[in-house]
C-alpha cells in the first residue's frame, strides 16, 4: 500500500464525519434530544481527528501521482491549498465541539448559544469539505473536471495558449 492508497482510504473520513455531524446534529435540534445533539460533536470530533492523518498522506500521494499524464501541477496546488483551508476549519470546529460538550456537562446557560455557533461553523466546514474534496477527485477523474479543465491544465477563455 502506498501513500496515494493510504490517502485515499482517509481522506473520507473527515468529509463524511463532517457531513452526517451536521445531519445529527439537525435532527437532535429537531427532536430536542441532548443525546442526539452530543453524538453529532461526537462525530465532528472524530473528523477533525481524522482530518490530520488524511492531510499528513497528502504529500506522499502528491509524490506518487505528480509524474502520472493528465496530472498538473495546478490541481495538485489547488486541492493542497483548499485541503489545508478545511483542515484548519474542521479542527477548528472539533475543538468548538469539545467546549460545546463541556458546556452542556457544565448545565452553562450558553451551552444553547455554542450549540448554534457549532452549528454554523459546520456548515463553513461543509463548503471546504465538498471544495477539498472535489478538487481531490478532480486530479485523476477528469470526467468530474470543469469544461475549462484539460489534460491537467486550467484554459481561460481568450488565453493565448490555445492559439498555439
Given at each position: 500500500?502506498?501513500?496515494?492508497?493510504?490517502?485515499?482510504?482517509?481522506?473520507?473520513?473527515?468529509?463524511?464525519?463532517?457531513?452526517?455531524?451536521?445531519?445529527?446534529?439537525?435532527?437532535?435540534?429537531l427532536l430536542k434530544h441532548e443525546t442526539?445533539?452530543?453524538?453529532?460533536?461526537?462525530?465532528?470530533?472524530?473528523?477533525?481527528?481524522?482530518?490530520?492523518?488524511?492531510?499528513?498522506?497528502?504529500?506522499?500521494?502528491?509524490?506518487?501521482?505528480?509524474?502520472?499524464?493528465?496530472?498538473?501541477?495546478?490541481?495538485?496546488?489547488?486541492?493542497?491549498?483548499?485541503?489545508?483551508?478545511?483542515?484548519?476549519?474542521v479542527i477548528g470546529l472539533g475543538m468548538?465541539?469539545?467546549?460545546?460538550?463541556?458546556?452542556?456537562?457544565r448545565a452553562w446557560k450558553a451551552a444553547?448559544?455554542?450549540?448554534?455557533?457549532?452549528?454554523?461553523?459546520?456548515?463553513?466546514?461543509?463548503?471546504?469539505?465538498?471544495?477539498?474534496?472535489?478538487?481531490?477527485?478532480?486530479?485523476?477523474?477528469?470526467?468530474?473536471?470543469?469544461?475549462?479543465?484539460?489534460?491537467?491544465?486550467?484554459?481561460?477563455?481568450?488565453?493565448?495558449?490555445?492559439?498555439?
Amino acid at each position: 500500500m502506498n501513500q496515494a492508497h493510504l490517502h485515499l482510504l482517509l481522506n473520507h473520513l473527515p468529509i463524511l464525519g463532517t457531513l452526517f455531524g451536521i445531519l445529527v446534529l439537525l435532527t437532535g435540534f429537531l427532536l430536542k434530544h441532548e443525546t442526539v445533539k452530543r453524538t453529532g460533536l461526537g462525530l465532528f470530533v472524530f473528523a477533525a481527528v481524522s482530518a490530520i492523518p488524511a492531510f499528513l498522506t497528502g504529500e506522499g500521494a502528491e509524490e506518487v501521482v505528480e509524474g502520472l499524464p493528465g496530472v498538473g501541477e495546478n490541481l495538485i496546488e489547488r486541492h493542497e491549498d483548499l485541503a489545508n483551508y478545511f483542515l484548519w476549519t474542521v479542527i477548528g470546529l472539533g475543538m468548538l465541539s469539545l467546549a460545546t460538550f463541556y458546556a452542556t456537562f457544565r448545565a452553562w446557560k450558553a451551552a444553547s448559544l455554542f450549540y448554534v455557533i457549532t452549528l454554523i461553523v459546520s456548515f463553513g466546514a461543509m463548503v471546504f469539505a465538498y471544495q477539498a474534496g472535489t478538487s481531490g477527485g478532480e486530479i485523476r477523474h477528469t470526467e468530474i473536471r470543469s469544461d475549462t479543465m484539460v489534460q491537467g491544465t486550467i484554459h481561460q477563455e481568450g488565453s493565448d495558449e490555445d492559439d498555439d
